[in-house]
């Protein structure tokens, strides 16, 4: 078994509301100092068996169109094995 993790975000240059929404509150709830929030969504993929080179450059291929924007978002992929799925 392999678990895939797929954490996409806004690009730096994209304006996030959500984040600034989250930022404001974060303040008026009592936390000083915030300098900046970005909200991004996270996509945890578990798959059966081995991830040879053809299933990870497919996923690579999806993340990039369709668990992302590419025009607006960024994405990075990360595998984890065997031993840390189960842990």
Not at 6 to 27: S, T, Y
Not at 36 to 42: A, L, M, N, W
Not at 49 to 78: C, F, H
Request: no cysteine.
């Amino acid at each position: 078994m392999a678990r895939v993790i797929v954490d996409v975000m806004l690009k730096p240059e994209i304006l996030d509301p959500q984040g600034r929404a989250v930022q404001g509150a974060l303040g008026r709830l009592g936390l000083s100092g915030v300098a900046d929030v970005r909200q991004g969504k996270q996509f945890v993929i578990e798959l059966d068996g081995e991830l040879d080179g053809d299933r990870r450059a497919k996923l690579e291929e999806l993340a990039g169109e369709l668990l992302s924007n590419p025009v607006i978002e960024d994405y990075r992929m990360t595998v984890m094995n065997d031993d840390e799925v189960s842990a």
